[in-house]
């Protein structure tokens, strides 16, 4: 973006010269020769305008995607199924009419919405889901019998 900056900055410079120098050419052939490359200038000139005008088009969209899952995220709240398992859940008071369900966590970090889908219940009683973003699979429901490994820093007494 800042070099398509520069290179209209510079090429209104030019053509600011060229046109300054117009007044004192008397000949008209070198007259016309100055007016095509000031004429060359300025389209130079415009061309890196629509650039940088593209380029704040495609920010700003850009910007309102995360203004939006911002304002989305802020509808599901992280929950342990246990076993290490989570899942982002719908706040009911933020359904809107929407029915309640699941999207995956890793997709959630990541800034995409992807809703888990029921796929079986397994033997140990356990619904299994499946994420249709990164086809990871979830078993939900009952806590498994291992429990979480403890996290300690190494570096602490």
């Given at each position: 973006m800042a070099a398509e900056f520069l290179a209209g900055l510079s090429a209104v410079?030019?053509?600011?010269?060229?046109?300054?120098?117009?007044?004192?050419?008397?000949?008209?052939?070198t007259r016309n020769a100055a007016v095509i490359e000031l004429q060359e200038h300025i389209l130079t000139a415009q061309q890196a305008q629509a650039a940088l005008v593209d380029c704040i088009r495609d920010l700003e969209k850009e910007v309102a995607g995360f203004e939006a899952w911002k304002a989305e995220k802020q509808r599901y709240k992280l929950v342990d199924y246990g076993g290490g398992t989570f899942a982002y859940e719908l706040k009911p008071e933020a359904a809107d009419g929407e029915p309640g369900h699941r999207i995956c966590a890793a997709c959630y970090q990541k800034g995409h919405k992807s809703i888990l889908q029921f796929d079986f219940r397994?033997?140990?009683?356990?619904?299994?889901y499946e994420c249709p973003g990164c086809q990871a699979t979830f078993d939900l429901g009952t806590t498994q019998s291992r429990p979480m490994p403890r996290i300690t820093n190494r570096w602490s007494p």
């Open positions: 410079k030019t053509a600011f010269d060229i046109a300054k120098g117009l007044k004192e050419i008397n000949d008209t052939a397994t033997q140990n009683s356990q619904d299994r």
